[in-house]
């Protein structure tokens, strides 16, 4: 693996000291929320490799399933950061923003509703961290045609799937942990992991500005787009179930870089 506990660890310890920075010096509270929010995933990665690869384990288990939940509400905090006030000077000097109230509930009903639906593809995963397939398949198979059961209490989702998979388990992945948890397939009424790119990125090409743009546009870059590059030769597997937690970890970093950019100008001109 190319990455470990005490990685995990240093991050964890990088984003809880810029949160808490950012509140000893009184910043307003987005920028010692997202810091914070995205140390709590290196977090769980830190105690996931506390017990790795022990998919019988309900500690495991239920880290996992907390780690997939995190992952849902990363767009909302990220797009919570970038539109609420204040805004940085830099603004000032760049399209302007679209900075309505009313444009940036749109933003939050947007993510709200992302991760409402990412949760819900997890009902699987849910059930299987309770134990609870056999006892909801007997109560609810009168009521239920067969393949609303399967969808709702098994895996029903495949390649090219992110972290999906038969059990619910944090694994030793070739180059980072590797997330599996049971998920529901993909379909009309149920999204991909798709539906996170799109909350993540769509509100700063639609509402940002340009600074918005570019601050993304470095997210991408040393985020995804990064994890993609590291893993490439791993196929097509390790991808799947490794590329969201090498981001995670990144994601620390980037709560250092992104909070300053922000946060610098503001404090320069005493906002």
């Known amino acids: 693996m190319c990455f470990s506990l005490e990685q995990s660890a240093a991050f964890t310890g990088v984003g809880f000291l810029t949160a808490a920075l950012m509140h000893l010096f009184k910043r307003p509270p987005k920028y010692v929320v997202l810091p914070a929010f995205l140390a709590l995933m290196e977090a769980l990665q830190t105690a996931q490799y506390l017990v790795i690869d022990d998919c019988s384990s309900k500690v495991n288990q239920l880290l996992t399933f907390l780690g997939m939940v995190h992952i849902a509400f990363q767009p909302l905090a990220v797009n919570f950061f970038l539109f609420t006030r204040p805004h940085p000077v830099v603004l000032g000097k760049l399209t302007p923003p679209l900075t309505y109230p009313a444009i940036t509930k749109v933003i939050m009903r947007l993510c709200q509703a992302a991760a409402v639906l990412l949760l819900v593809k997890l009902a699987p995963a849910f059930v299987a961290l309770l134990d609870a397939q ?11 045609p067969a393949r609303v059961l399967s969808a709702l209490l098994t895996n029903t989702c495949a390649d090219p799937e992110m972290m999906c998979g038969a059990k619910l388990c944090s694994l030793a992945g070739k180059y980072h942990i590797a997330w599996i948890a049971p998920q529901m397939g993909t379909g009309y009424y149920v999204p991909s992991i798709f539906v996170h790119f ?3 990125f769509g509100p700063s090409v639609l509402f940002g500005s340009t600074y918005h743009r570019l601050i993304m546009l470095l997210v991408f870059v040393s985020g995804p787009l990064m994890s993609e ?5 791993g196929g097509q597997a390790v991808r799947r179930l490794e590329v969201a937690g090498i981001w995670c970890l990144f994601s620390s970093a980037q709560a250092l870089s992104i909070p300053g950019a922000h946060a610098v100008p503001v404090m320069a001109n005493g906002r």
């Not at 590059?229 to 030769?233: D, K």
């Open 198 to 200: 799109f909350a993540m």
């Open 229 to 233: 590059w590291l893993v490439w030769r």
């Open 134 to 144: 056999q006892l909801l398949a007997d109560a609810l198979a009168p009521h239920l």
